[in-house]
C-alpha cells in the first residue's frame, strides 16, 4: 500500500488587495502558514475563527458565506477552490473586511498567489475521506449526486432560457489536472435583466466590467474567455462549496443546474457520509443567475 500524501501549507505568507463583489468594500486578504490538521480556517478583522467546512456556513445567496458568531467572510468560493485544487491542505487566512476580494471574477489570481506563497510539507498524512456509497441531494428542478470513483470528476449541466448561454454541459475528468487552465479562468457573471435588482437588494454593488460579465437575450457584456464560460464558472463555484465538506475525497460528481445553496447541501451529505455530524443550515435552493 503507498504512504498517503503529506499534509502542506503555504511556504511563505502572501497578500492581495481589491473590491468585494458583493459589498463592493475594499477589502485584503493575507495567506499564512498553518500547523499540520489544522485545515483552512479564515480569521475575521476581530480575530473571530471560522473553519472552512459546510457546519459554518451562513449564507448562500449568490455568494458562499462563512461564520461564527456574530463574525463572518463572504465570497469565500473561489479562493476555496484554488486550494482544494492545487493544496495547501492547511492555511490560515486572514481577511480586513467583510469580504473575500474579488480580483477579477475567477480564480486566477488565487492561483497566482498560492505559486508565488509555495507549499511546505508538513510530515503527517493528508487526510482524505472514503466516500463509501453515492450521495445525493436535490430539490425541484436541481440536482446533484456524488459516487466513489478513482479521482475527482465532475459533470455540470445548466439551462439560461432565454439567454445567449443557453443550455451548456461541461466534462471534467481530473479537477485537479484540468483547474488552474480549464476552470480557474472561468468569471462569474449576472443575467442582464437582473443586474439592477440585484444592487436594489444590496448585491453586485462591486461587480463591473473588469470582474464580471452581463449575459442577454442575444450577446454578453464583452468578450468570453471560453465560449462556455457560464457553466464553467459553475464548475469552479461547485469545487470551492465542496471543499467544504472538510476533506479531500475522489468521486464522480454530477451536477445539474447548481447553486451555491444547492452545493452546499451536497458538502453536508458528503460530510455525513464521512461520519461528520450533520449541521442545520440555508438551504433554499435554484437555479440562480450569478453562481
Known amino acids: 500500500m503507498s504512504t498517503p500524501a503529506e499534509q502542506t501549507t503555504v511556504a511563505a505568507p502572501v497578500t492581495r488587495r481589491g473590491v468585494g463583489l458583493h459589498t463592493g468594500a475594499r477589502t485584503a486578504l493575507r495567506l499564512l502558514p498553518a500547523e499540520p490538521n489544522a485545515g ?18 451562513a449564507a448562500s445567496e ?19 477552490a484554488a486550494l482544494y485544487a492545487l493544496g495547501p491542505d492547511n492555511v490560515r487566512i486572514e481577511v480586513d473586511g467583510p469580504e473575500v476580494p474579488a480580483c477579477d471574477g475567477s480564480a486566477l489570481e488565487w492561483v497566482g498567489a498560492l505559486a508565488e506563497a509555495g507549499q511546505r510539507p508538513l510530515g503527517v498524512p493528508r487526510r ?8 445525493w441531494a436535490g430539490q425541484g428542478a436541481w440536482w446533484s449526486v456524488a459516487v466513489p470513483a478513482d479521482r475527482l470528476a ?11 448561454a ?15 487552465r480549464e476552470l480557474a479562468p472561468a468569471r462569474t457573471f449576472a443575467l442582464a435583466d437582473e443586474v439592477a435588482r ?4 444590496g448585491l453586485a454593488l462591486g461587480g463591473g466590467a473588469d470582474n464580471a460579465f452581463a449575459v442577454g ?13 457560464v457553466v464553467r464558472h459553475k464548475a469552479l463555484d461547485l469545487i470551492g462549496d465542496l471543499a467544504l465538506c472538510g476533506a479531500r475525497f475522489e468521486a464522480q460528481v454530477f451536477a445539474v443546474r447548481p447553486s451555491h445553496s444547492a452545493n452546499v447541501q451536497l458538502a453536508r451529505a458528503l460530510r455525513a457520509a464521512f461520519g461528520a455530524p450533520a449541521a442545520v443550515g440555508p438551504t433554499t435552493a435554484g437555479q440562480e443567475g450569478r453562481l
Not at 443557453?166 to 488552474?180: A, M, P, T
Open 154 to 164: 465532475l459533470a455540470v449541466a445548466v439551462e439560461f432560457e432565454g439567454t445567449v
Open 166 to 180: 443557453g443550455r451548456q454541459v461541461l466534462w471534467v475528468d481530473s479537477v485537479r489536472e484540468r483547474f488552474e
Open 217 to 229: 437575450p442575444d450577446g454578453y457584456s464583452g468578450p468570453l474567455r471560453f465560449p462556455d464560460e
Open 128 to 135: 482524505s475521506a472514503r466516500l463509501p456509497h453515492p450521495v
Open 62 to 80: 449568490r455568494a458562499t458565506t462563512l461564520g461564527a458568531g456574530e463574525a463572518s467572510v463572504r465570497s469565500v468560493e473561489h479562493l476555496l
Open 40 to 57: 483552512i480556517v479564515f480569521v475575521t478583522r476581530s480575530g473571530a475563527e471560522i473553519p472552512a467546512t459546510a457546519d459554518h456556513v
Open 198 to 201: 440585484l444592487r436594489a437588494a
